[in-house]
């Protein structure tokens, strides 16, 4: 079922704290270039300052697992946007690109408590992928984007609920 992701569920109540990273895979580079200027420019929209914006290439989506927990392991960043297209092709490696992809993505916002955004297309042709980068499916990129926004604050909320005893 394809679709566009719904809205963050409401505007934060403060520009974000901290930086934020997007880390974008070259493989399909026309695609991922634009998942990743969408991400950029929807955090911007957010209210993230450019220059509080790194965004980190990698040759495909196999990669960004890696690179985002590298990120997510200095704790620089309050959270990290991930960007890539995978097209399925006549064999199964679809498959395993997609789900290390995914599964890794995932474990490294668990291991590290540092929001993880999956903004990665796994379509059957390229004008799938085309249609999930800004087109009438919507923009992976920039859904990515609002939601490593709402994390950031949902995570910066939760923490500080914790500190002052309110659950």
Request: charged share 25%; hydrophobic share 45%.
């Amino acid at each position: 079922m394809a679709g566009r992701a719904p809205r963050t569920s409401s505007r934060p109540s403060a520009a974000p704290a901290g930086r934020f990273a997007v880390v974008a895979a070259r493989f399909n580079e026309a695609i991922s270039k634009k998942l990743a200027d969408g991400a950029v420019a929807a955090l911007g929209e957010g209210g993230v300052r450019p220059e509080r914006v790194d965004v980190h290439w990698v040759p495909g989506s196999f990669e960004l697992p890696l690179a985002a927990m590298t990120l997510a392991r200095m704790r620089r960043y309050a959270a990290i946007v991930c960007v890539g297209v995978v097209i399925r092709g006549e064999t199964p490696h679809y498959e395993y690109v997609a789900g290390a992809a995914a599964q890794g993505l995932s474990r490294v916002a668990l291991e590290t408590g540092v929001p993880v955004t999956f903004g990665v297309i796994t379509s059957l042709t390229e004008e799938q992928a085309w249609e999930r980068a800004g087109g009438s499916v919507g923009h992976r990129g920039e859904e990515a984007a609002r939601a490593a926004l709402e994390m950031a604050g949902w995570m910066r909320d939760a923490r500080s609920s914790r500190r002052s005893g309110r659950h």
